[in-house]
Nanobody, 122 residues
Framework: EVQLQASGGGLVQAGGSLRLSCVGSGFTFDDVAMAWFRQAPGKGREGVSC????????SYASFVKGRFTISRDNAQNTVYLQMNSLKPEDTAVYYC???????????????WGQGTLVTVSS
């Protein structure tokens, strides 16, 4: 079965950093785009960042650009999100997902899983 296991969340102060990881299994990791989404309480799920298959082109939501960096290690079936200069408004549950492509931005398959909670204090 397709599984995505996100980890690395925690409690940090504003200005701090966290590195999230997501390990995939049950599919050919190299062939898909991978993305990070987040959902704060009472808000909808929003896209944070995406990294394509092949050339590994990255894209970011405007509210994280310059602060977050997405990367992938295909040998480890893992996508990362390095989060620097964290702000209280970054507080959310972060999920990884498999997309058809970064440009299309549509979820391909797999469940959202439990995600990992990031809490940024002020």
């Amino acid at each position: 079965e397709v599984q995505l296991q996100a980890s690395g969340g925690g409690l940090v102060q504003a200005g701090g950093s966290l590195r999230l990881s997501c390990v995939g299994s049950g599919f050919t990791f190299d062939d898909v785009a991978m993305a990070w989404f987040r959902q704060a309480p009472g808000k909808g799920r929003e896209g944070v960042s995406c990294i394509s298959s092949g050339n590994g082109t990255t894209s970011y939501a405007s509210f994280v650009k310059g602060r977050f960096t997405i990367s992938r290690d295909n040998a480890q079936n893992t996508v990362y999100l390095q989060m620097n200069s964290l702000k209280p408004e970054d507080t959310a549950v972060y999920y990884c997902a498999i997309l058809d492509s970064c440009s299309r931005g549509t979820k391909a398959f797999g469940s959202w899983g439990q995600g990992t909670l990031v809490t940024v204090s002020s």
